[in-house]
């Protein structure tokens, strides 16, 4: 892969990809009204937003399965569900405006 700095913040680099892959690339691309490689720096940065968001997804579910488990097998009482419930509905607000 070789890289070269343009005269913006961005950078120009090589890749190599199957044909098939770039075709499937430039098909997206038209359909979108972009570049390829516009449409390849939209990917990866929306593959990268989901890599960094993908814990605190994790962290959210494990608390929803503990909460309902909690609430269905009788080990959780009704007003403490309540209470972590209004705990994972804060979480959950502060995970949407990040």
Do not use: H
Not at 29 to 43: D, F, N, T
Not at 72 to 86: E, R
């Amino acid at each position: 892969m070789s890289i070269e700095k343009t005269a913006s913040s961005t950078r120009k680099f090589t890749i190599s990809l199957r044909s098939d892959l770039v075709e499937w690339v430039d098909q997206k691309a038209q359909e979108m009204g972009l570049s390829r490689s516009g449409y390849i720096a939209m990917c990866v940065t929306q593959y990268r937003n989901a890599l960094d968001v993908q814990p605190k997804l994790n962290g959210l579910m494990e608390s929803v399965t503990s909460l309902v488990n909690g609430y269905v097998d009788g080990s959780l009482p009704p007003d403490l569900a309540q209470m972590k419930l209004a705990e994972l509905d804060s979480q959950y607000s502060e995970f949407r405006k990040k």
